[in-house]
């Protein structure tokens, strides 16, 4: 396969955190813009602080970057910067996290950063024909009640927000934790997926399942460690947005040769690929699709069934999905 038909191939990115698409560039960039000090030097200070050793030491320099977020047209540029690298790799459909509790507990409106994205989403779908949803991420290292407040802020801009998500550390904070906020969120019409099987044990992704009633399952590669849960997630056809390159930077893979992507893809499951936090794991979504299909060796079949997958686990209706089949 020649290098850019992982970029031509049109795919849905279906995991990526926007904060975790802050270049250091711009990162840089917007710290000096907004008089915000950043422990880093340089640019190149910046990229090598990014050596992890599990997903708490990069959550610790994720949050710290993204204080230099201030305004709108912060998180305009952000969003904006990322749909053009994304449309470059292929990405004709995207449904993206932010994590207002980021942002809200440093004192920066909701409405801010909402009115930042819907203008670069507006920038996506004029520049590029590209459809972009938002996913509400809840911060599952805060308690249920912070979550309670900010599905409330959220409330005026509801209709234009598609569902939530749950992320930040795992473990310690399992799924059960937010059930009420789940079921409320539910009830509001939202869609909902959580992070599960990252670094959290098997039951974390059956509670996302009892408990949450989730539509999607943001990685779930600890999943294999438990046969009657394959069997399930295969059964419901239950869709795993895997991210090979963030699984290798926060060591849950040791190398990307070891990947389980095509395990997963024998198995049954519906696994997909996407980039995560590309600018903190070296590579956006075809990137991904690039390094995991040469290293584990997969057929042209195979990348075509992930990328498939993509549109099969999106939150599209009927219609739009049978446009991208
Ligand atoms: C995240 Cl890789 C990952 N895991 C959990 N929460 C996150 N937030 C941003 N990236
Ligand atoms: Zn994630």
């Given at each position: 396969m020649?290098?850019?038909?992982y970029s031509r191939l049109p795919k849905a990115e279906l995991h990526l955190h926007i904060e975790g698409s802050l270049e250091p560039e711009l990162m840089f960039a917007l710290s000096r813009r907004n008089r915000i000090a950043i422990p880093f030097a340089s640019v190149d200070d910046i990229r090598a602080a990014y050596r992890f050793t599990d997903l708490q030491s990069f959550l610790d320099i994720y949050y710290a970057g993204a204080a230099v977020l201030q305004t709108e047209e912060d998180f305009h540029d952000l969003a904006a910067a990322y749909f053009d690298r994304a449309a470059a790799d292929g990405v004709v459909h995207a449904e993206i996290f932010f994590d207002p509790q980021t942002?809200?507990?440093?004192?920066?409106?909701?409405?801010?950063v909402l009115d930042g994205l819907f203008a670069a989403i507006e920038g996506a779908r004029s520049r590029h024909g590209m459809t972009v949803e938002l996913i509400l991420s809840y911060l599952r290292h805060l308690d249920e009640e912070d979550a309670f407040a900010t599905l409330r802020a959220a409330e005026p801009w509801l209709?234009?927000?598609?569902?939530?998500g749950l992320d930040s550390s795992e473990r310690g904070n399992p799924p059960a934790k937010f059930a009420r906020v789940f079921a409320a969120s539910r009830e509001r019409g939202l869609k909902l997926c959580c992070h599960a099987g990252e670094e959290g044990p098997p039951a974390y992704i059956r509670e996302a399942l009892d408990?949450?009633?989730?539509?999607?399952?943001?990685h779930g590669n600890r999943a294999l460690e438990d046969?009657?849960?394959?069997?399930?997630l295969a059964r419901t056809a239950m869709t795993l947005t895997v991210c090979p390159l963030s699984n290798v930077a926060l060591r849950n893979v040791d190398r990307i040769e070891?990947?389980?992507?095509d395990r997963m893809l024998d198995l049954g499951l519906r696994a997909t690929v996407h980039s995560d936090d590309p600018a903190y794991f070296g590579g956006y979504i075809a990137e991904n699709y690039r390094a995991v299909a040469e290293a584990r060796r997969l057929s042209r079949d195979a990348v075509v069934t992930l990328a498939?997958?993509?549109f099969l686990g999106a939150f599209l209706d009927d219609a739009a999905l049978a446009d991208h089949l």
């Open positions: 020649t290098p850019d038909f942002h809200t507990h440093r004192g920066i409106p909701m409405g801010v209709d234009r927000i598609v569902g939530v408990l949450l009633a989730v539509d999607r399952i943001d046969p009657a849960l394959v069997a399930r070891d990947h389980p992507i498939r997958n993509s």
